[in-house]
């Protein structure tokens, strides 16, 4: 069973401060990453994608992978309280006799930012 | 990214009867999903739907429940059919980008009494 897992939280950070999300994920062959933000009531919706080890930034997002060790990560910089919401890791399956480029999904963090 | 709609946004249905849900997307997409969220739950993948071909379900979801119709590149339909109170969640549906990335729906919020 392929899967991906996350910290359920709920995770709280104060205000200014840097918000560290984290994911594993199973499937050794998965070569595509993404973060999504969901906020209660709503759709996910992508913040940032990733596909080869390192850092990737975006304004005050950081995605971090580490394929060796199988971790995905998302740092949010100056953490606002509009960045409350669950985020959700998921990890494209690597199957070779699937062409339907499924996403496996990590139950998600809820992340609190408080003033 | 593809603009994506949903109809309805919410409904409230009778235990047996069917709902029917369209997801409008504003480009042509090879590959759309419909997945189900349960309230604080993460995503359930239903189905892919395939243009011009017979959608591939995930294990748990059968065609007889929630049979899809997927008529061309911009549009699919996703019925939840013989409705039980343990059908109540919020329906989604997705598109794929060539990345791989997913871009969502609204949702369609599904009460069963």
């Known amino acids: 069973q392929k899967e991906v897992e996350q910290n359920s939280g709920p995770l709280s950070v104060p205000e200014g401060a840097i918000a560290s999300l984290n994911c594993t994920y199973s499937?050794?062959?998965?070569?595509?990453f993404f973060w999504y933000r969901q906020y209660s009531g709503k759709s996910p919706e992508l913040i940032m994608s990733?596909?080869s080890n390192g850092d990737k930034e975006d304004g005050r997002f950081t995605a971090q992978l580490n394929k060796a060790s199988q971790y995905v990560s998302l740092l949010i910089r100056d953490s606002q309280p509009s960045d409350s919401a669950t985020y959700l890791c998921?990890?494209?399956?690597?199957?070779?006799?699937?062409?339907?480029?499924?996403?496996?999904w990590g139950a998600g963090t809820k992340l609190i930012i408080k003033p | 990214s593809a603009v994506i709609s949903q109809k309805p946004s919410r409904d409230i249905c009778q235990r047996g009867t069917s709902l029917t849900i369209q997801c409008q997307v504003d480009?042509?997409?090879?590959?759309m999903f419909w997945y189900r969220q349960q309230p604080g739950q993460s995503l359930t993948l239903i189905a892919t739907a395939n243009q011009g071909s017979e959608a591939t379900y995930e294990s748990g979801f059968v065609i007889d429940k929630f049979p899809i119709s997927r008529p061309n590149l911009t549009f699919s339909t996703l019925t939840v059919s013989n409705m039980s109170p343990e059908d109540s969640s919020i329906y989604l549906c997705s598109v794929a980008s060539q990345g791989h990335e997913q871009f969502f729906g609204p949702g369609t919020r599904l009460t069963v009494l």
């Open positions: 990733i596909y």
């Open positions: 499937d050794r062959g998965s070569q595509s």
């Open positions: 998921a990890a494209l399956l690597d199957d070779l006799m699937d062409s339907n480029y499924q996403l496996i």
């Open positions: 480009s042509q997409v090879t590959m």
